[in-house]
């Protein structure tokens, strides 16, 4: 069974930095591209950001030049970095797995970002 536990929310003003950790078990970690999602308040659930197995990245545009995602597969967990944050960044953030033939996507708990003005 898949797990992912993030970690890292918090109450940041705006330009304030976070890092979010996302630890995972119960999959093969280094074969698995991970991603970090968001869901404010009223609001879809959208893709932040995403890190393939041996590294590639993609960013939504909102996140580009401000959010880096980073992965340590000994360590089985991805990371997000974020500078500059922004009162819309305020979201609850999640991890997930890319699905894959081997694995369908899951998804962490959450952790809540709020950036004040």
């Known amino acids: 069974q898949v797990q992912l536990v993030e970690s890292g929310g918090g109450s940041v003003q705006a330009g304030g930095s976070l890092r979010l950790s996302c630890a995972a078990s119960?999959?093969?970690?280094?074969?698995?591209?991970m991603e970090w999602y968001r869901q404010a308040p009223g609001k879809q659930r959208e893709l932040v950001a995403g890190?393939?197995?041996?590294?590639?990245?993609n960013y939504a545009e909102f996140a580009k030049g401000r959010f880096t995602i980073s992965r340590d597969n000994n360590k089985r967990t991805v990371y997000l970095q974020m500078n500059s944050l922004k009162p819309e960044d305020t979201a609850v953030y999640y991890c997930s797995n890319r699905p894959n033939l081997r694995t369908a996507r899951s998804w962490g708990q959450g952790t809540q970002v709020t950036v004040s003005s």
């Open positions: 119960g999959i093969i970690f280094n074969i698995n591209a």
């Open positions: 890190i393939t197995n041996d590294g590639l990245t």
